[in-house]
C-alpha cells in the first residue's frame, strides 16, 4: 500500500508519409480479384459495395489533428473487417479503404499496432482476420520458473494456465491469442495458444553454461525456464559461469528452443555492483541517456539567469530549509512556517523541473520512459541527467532556484483555509538532515541548535505546525501501519557489513505532512478548475479480500466496521484497539495485505489509506514523472489554459507500470545482496517471526538481522501441513500443529543460494516466543 507517497503505443504508431495521390480506380468492367487471383462470385462483389468508406471513417476528425496524412482510424479498419464476414487479404483490405502507394508504409505500421495489441489476426493464408470473431481470448503471459504459466486475459477475465508443453512456444512476457479448451486438473481454466502477437525479449541477462561441448544461457528471470542455445562463435569469447547479455536470434517455437548469440559480457556474477547491473537489464530499466537527451543538456548553464527569473515571485528573502536524509543528493522540496493569526503560513517550495524539461522534448521523451529515479544502495538510476537533477533543479543550499510554490493558510484545526500556487525564485537557507532537525527539537539549547541558531523558530513553527496536522490526520481517520524501513551498511568492497533499522522521527513527519497537505492542494486546484490530471489513486479491499479479513479478524474477537464499504477510519479504529497486543504484527499484516495497490490514474478514485477524496503527487518532479505532469497541469491553469500532453489514461498506466518495474529491481538488488551477506552465516541459529503462511512453507524474518528465508512445508514436522489463506497459518492434518503469520520460531539457516536468491531455513526443535534473536553457532552432529 502506499501511504507516502511501454513503450507508448500510439493509435497503430503511424508515421507522417509524403502527400498521398489519388487513388487509381478500378478499370471500368473489371471484376474484383480475391487473394488468389480468382473471379469474386457475384454475391462477393455486392459485399464489397456495402463496406464503409473512407468518407464514414468517424474518427477522420482525430486522425487528421495526430497525422499530416491520415490513414484509416482502427475502428474504420475493424467495421470493414466486420462488413466483410470472413477473413481477408492484406491487397484487398487495402483496395476497400482505398490505401494509395504512399499510404502504405503507414497503413502497414497501423496494421502491426493492432495485430501487437490483439485487435487482429492473421491466418495461415496470411489473410487477416478480426480476433473477437475468432472467440479467441487475447492477453500477455506470466512465466512461472517450474515451466508452466499463465494467460493475463486483455479482458480482465480470469488467469488462464499454460501447460509446459504450451510455454515452450512462448517466453515470460510474450502477447499471444489463445483459446480455452477446459480446465487443468485444479480446475483452473486451461488455454492453448493460437497466434503469438508479440515477442516483447529481444535481450536477456543471464550466466553462460558449457555442458559437454553446448553452450547456453540461462536467464536470470526466473519466470523465464527457457535456455537459450548459443551456436558456436557467438559467444563473443564469454567464459562458462560469467554473466552475459544474449540477443534471442530465433524465437522460441512447437519443436525448437530459442537461439541466441552473445552481444556483452558483463563480468563474474560476485563482482562488485554485478546485481545492480543483472537488475538493469533483467527489467530493462534505461540506464544510459541517449545522445539527444546529452545534446540537450549541453544548453543548461548551471546557473539560474534574470531571463528565467523574469515574472516570478521573489521569496528568497525566506528562510526556506530542505530536510532530507543524510544521503540525499537531490532536493524536490523546501519548506518555511510561520505563525499567522491563531493558525499558520506554510510554504512548500518544489522545484520548478517543468521550465527546463519542454513537453515532447528529447527530455521530457526520456523521462517518461524512465518514469521515474530508480533508487539501489549506493547507485541511483535517475529520471533526469545529473546536470538537472543533482544540480539546476536541485533545490541545493545558498543558491538561487527557481521553484513552483504552494503558499497555503491553515487554521488551528489543521484544515487549509485558503493556497496559492505561484512560480517562483528561491534560496535555500540550509540543507538539514532528519537526524540534526529532529536533535535541535529535542534540545533547541544544544550544540545541533547552536550551530543554526537563527534557523531554530522557523524549525520550532514547524514542529508545531506539525502537532496540529497530526491531530487532524487521526481525526481524518488515515491509516498509520507501523512498518520497519532498514538501510543496508556496505564495506570498502561493496558488500553488506551490516543492515540497520531506520528510525523515523518527528523530522520526517513533519516533511511528510506539509508534503500531503501540498499534494492535497495540487489535487484540489486541478479538480475545481475540471483540469485533467493523473491522481495517486488508491482504492479499499475488493469484496473478496474484505470477506476474508473479516473471517480472520473474527478469529480473534475483533470486527471491522463500514459494512460492504469500509473506511480508512475503520482500519484505523482495529489498529488502535490492537496497539501493544502481542498479536498486533500479525494482524495489522493482514490488514495491510487486504488493501490494494496504489496506482496513477486520471479517474479520481480517491486514496483509501490517508482518507483523502482527492489526491495526487506534486511534491517529487524531480525523480517522478507524474509530479511533471501536475506542475504543467497547474502553471496551465494559473494561466488560464489547458495542458494536453495525450492520452492521460496511457500515462497513468506507464507511470504505474515503471513505477513498478523500479519496485521489482530494487527487491532483487536487495535480496541478492542479503543472499550474500548470509553466505558465511551457513549453520548459525536465529530467533524470527513468521511474516508470510503460503502452501509450500513459511517465510521467517530473523531479528536484528532483517533478512527473511524458507523453511519447505516438508520440514515443518511429521505431519501433513495444510494451508488455510484465510488465517494466514499452515495446519497440520494429525497434530492440529499451527504455523500462523506472526508466531515466534527459532530457525537454522541451512542453504544459500546466491543464484536463485533464496535462503531456506529448517525449524530448531527449542523453538518459541520471547528470544534476545541473537545468532548462535549449531553444533555439528
Known sequence: MDLNHVRQRGAGAVTKPKKAAPAKAARAGSSPQNSTGVKRSAPDAARLLRAPTRSGDPFQARESSNYDEPVPSREMILETLNAQGVPVSNAELEKLLGITDSEREGFER????????????????????????????????????????????????????????????????????????????????????????????????????NEQGVLFVVPENRRISQELL????????????????????????????????????LGNYADPGMEIEIALR?????????????????????????????GREDVRKLPLVTIDGETARDFDDAVYCEPRGKGFRLLVAIADVSHYVDHGDALDREALNRGNSVYFPRRVIPMLPEVLSNGLCSLNPQVDRLCMVCDMNIDAHGDVTEYRFYPSVMWSHARFTYTVVAEILKDPQGAAAAQHRALVPQLTNLSKLYQVLAKSRAKRGAIDFETIETQMIFDAQG????????????????????????????????????HAALYRVHQGPTPERLLGLREFLKGFGLELGGGEAPRAHDYAKVLERVKGRPDAQLLQTAMLRSLRQAVYSPDNLGHFGLAYESYTHFTSPIRRYPDLLIHRAIKAVIRHKRYEPGNWQELGMQCSLTERRADEATRDVEAWLKCYYMRDRVGDVFDGTISSAVAFGIFVALDGVYVEGLVHVSDLGSDYFHFDAAKHQLVGERTAKRYRLGDRVRVRVVRVDIESSKIDFVLEESGGAGFAGKPTKARHK
Request: aromatic share 2%; with cysteine.
Open 110 to 209: 497501423r496494421l502491426g499496432a493492432m495485430q501487437r495489441d490483439g485487435q487482429i489476426m492473421r491466418n495461415r493464408r496470411d489473410a487477416i482476420c478480426v480476433v473477437t470473431k475468432l472467440d479467441l481470448i487475447t492477453g500477455k503471459v506470466q512465466g512461472h520458473p517450474d515451466g508452466f504459466g499463465f494467460l493475463i486475459r486483455d479482458d480482465a477475465g480470469p488467469d488462464m494456465f499454460l501447460g509446459p508443453h504450451e510455454m515452450h512456444k512462448i517466453l515470460h512476457g510474450d502477447r499471444v491469442a489463445a483459446r480455452e479448451i477446459g480446465l487443468d486438473r485444479r480446475g483452473r481454466p486451461e488455454a492453448k495458444i493460437v497466434e503469438v502477437l508479440e515477442h516483447v525479449n529481444h535481450r536477456l541477462v543471464g550466466r553462460l553454461r
Open 230 to 265: 548459443v551456436p558456436p562463435g557467438n559467444e563473443l569469447n564469454a567464459k562458462p559461469g560469467q554473466v552475459v547479455v544474449a540477443e534471442i536470434i530465433t524465437q522460441p517455437a512447437r519443436h525448437a528452443q530459442p537461439v541466441a548469440r552473445v552481444v556483452e559480457i
Open 282 to 310: 533483467k527489467h530493462d530499466l534505461p540506464y544510459e541517456f541517449p545522445p539527444a537527451v546529452e545534446k540537450a543538456c549541453a544548453r543548461f548553464s548551471g546557473k539560474v539567469t534574470l531571463e528565467d527569473m523574469a
Open 495 to 530: 558488500k553488506i557489513e551490516r543492515i540497520v533499522p531506520v528510525e523515523r522521527n518527528d523530522a520526517h513527519r513533519i516533511i511528510e505532512e506539509c508534503m500531503l497537505a501540498a499534494n492535497v492542494c495540487a489535487s484540489d486546484i486541478l479538480r475545481k478548475n475540471e
